[in-house]
């Protein structure tokens, strides 16, 4: 069995080992972690209050199969009392990027933020690092996403806009 790594922004990182090439995607937190629980995948989570409140250029945790990285173009804002990460830019993509292999699946909470960190309704749009996109609405910070592959590992998780550019930064949080 493969190891997981811990993930700030991500509510629980999960991998296993599987042989065929889907990519199933979940909207529903308690789903997600039955299917992985399922098959066996071993999963992870951490909270962002290790991290004091402030701007980054990007944070990282963990070792080994556990290294993560969150970043934006201009930085994040973490909100340690919250747990949660945020784009400082509203025009940025907040990226999550894994330095192991034997990443296979990842769930988390994503959602928007106004300037003044007040969750707001919107569309986002979570693409994986084979291509895969899930264009969701999201509406408050309890909106889950999460994705099992079964074929290529997931080497990175990236939130956008889906659509025009509005006022809203996008945010994740740990769990």
């Known amino acids: 069995m493969r190891t997981v790594p811990k993930c700030a922004a991500i509510c629980s990182l999960s991998i296993a080992a599987l042989a065929s090439a889907d990519v199933y995607i979940f909207d529903n937190s308690l789903t997600y972690a039955a299917f992985c629980n399922d098959l066996g995948i071993v999963r992870d989570s951490e909270s962002l209050d290790s991290f004091t409140t402030g701007s980054y250029a990007s944070i990282t945790g963990g070792v080994g199969d556990f290294a993560w990285q969150l970043s934006a173009a201009n930085g994040v804002y973490v909100d340690a009392v919250t747990s949660t990460a945020r784009t400082q830019q509203n025009t940025d993509k907040l990226s999550l990027t894994f330095s192991s292999s034997n990443v296979f699946a990842v769930g988390g909470f994503f959602f928007n933020l106004d300037s003044a960190s007040t969750p707001r309704n919107g569309v986002m749009r979570i ?28 080497t990175s998780v990236e939130v956008s806009h889906a659509g025009s550019v509005g006022s809203q930064y996008f945010a994740a949080t740990g769990g």
Do not use: E
């Open 127 to 154: 693409k994986l690092s084979d291509g895969t996109s899930f264009i969701r609405t999201v509406s408050n910070m309890t909106t889950f996403s999460g994705f099992v592959s079964d074929g290529a590992n997931i």
